[in-house]
Nanobody, 126 residues
Framework: QVQLVESGGGLVQAGASLRLSCAASGRRFSGYAMGWFRRTPGKEREFVAALSRSGGATYYADSVKGRFTISRDNAKNTVYLQMNSLKPEDTAVYYC???????????????????WGQGTQVTVSS
């Protein structure tokens, strides 16, 4: 497992942008598959975006496709989620996740990941 710390959340108006960051500990970050999930009260954790170990493949939930972009900077041990054209329905706690084990290159379900951050709140007002 690895320690993950998210930052960058906040309160914004609809249509605005935010960039979430997730800093990871560990020396093998470049080999981790990374993902972003979100949760709203009373709902299950929802997949948002995933990035393969190599960084060559990305996956997005239909609800964010075309608006959100996941990326990584291996030199900084950091994964980002750029969120544009935010909508009130994007309001949630956003969690960063990592798969630190060998295997599939990327995953879109929570069980695929073995490490989670504490979450950062994103609130979008209408």
């Amino acid at each position: 497992q690895v320690q993950l710390v998210e930052s960058g959340g906040g309160l914004v108006q609809a249509g605005a942008s935010l960039r979430l960051s997730c800093a990871a500990s560990g020396r093998r970050f470049s080999g981790y598959a990374m993902g972003w999930f979100r949760r709203t009260p009373g709902k299950e954790r929802e997949f948002v975006a995933a990035l393969s170990r190599s960084g060559g493949a990305t996956y997005y939930a239909d609800s964010v496709k075309g608006r959100f972009t996941i990326s990584r900077d291996n030199a900084k041990n950091t994964v980002y989620l750029q969120m544009n054209s935010l909508k009130p329905e994007d309001t949630a706690v956003y969690y960063c996740a990592a798969n630190t084990q060998s295997g599939l290159s990327a995953g879109v379900t929570a069980p695929f990941y073995d490490s989670w951050g504490q979450g950062t709140q994103v609130t979008v007002s209408s």
